[in-house]
């Protein structure tokens, strides 16, 4: 069993700056896909940043520049470090790992449970 717990979120003004962090747990043998996804009300889910396979790295348009993902192996642990933030980044931001397991089984995939990043005018 896997879980991801996400941390980080909060109230912040606009041009401040939040550390999101996606911690994983359980029996994991490699996390190959990492990404951080974000939502509001009546929209669907958009991919905000994403490491693959530990290099290849994507950014929404809305965020280049001001937002890094990154990750630190020894912990399982990935983040999301938003900077100069904007009120329209508010939204639950979610992170998501693709992962084999130390078991016998093939690819998972797996959520978290969602942090809240408000951004005040």
């Known amino acids: 069993q896997v879980q991801l717990v996400e941390s980080g979120g909060g109230l912040v003004e606009a041009g401040g700056s939040l550390r999101l962090s996606c911690a994983a747990s359980?029996?994991?043998?490699?996390?190959?896909?990492m990404g951080w996804y974000r939502q509001t009300p009546g929209k669907q889910r958009e991919l905000v940043a994403r490491i693959r396979s530990g290099t290849v790295i994507t950014y929404a348009d809305s965020v280049k520049g001001r937002f890094t993902i990154s990750r630190d192996n020894a912990k399982n642990t990935f983040y999301l470090q938003m900077n100069s933030l904007k009120p329209e980044d508010t939204a639950v931001y979610y992170c998501n790992a693709g992962l084999k397991t130390l078991g016998a089984g093939g690819y998972l995939e797996v959520w978290g449970q969602g942090t809240l990043v408000t951004v005040s005018s």
């Open positions: 359980g029996s994991i043998f490699n996390i190959n896909l």
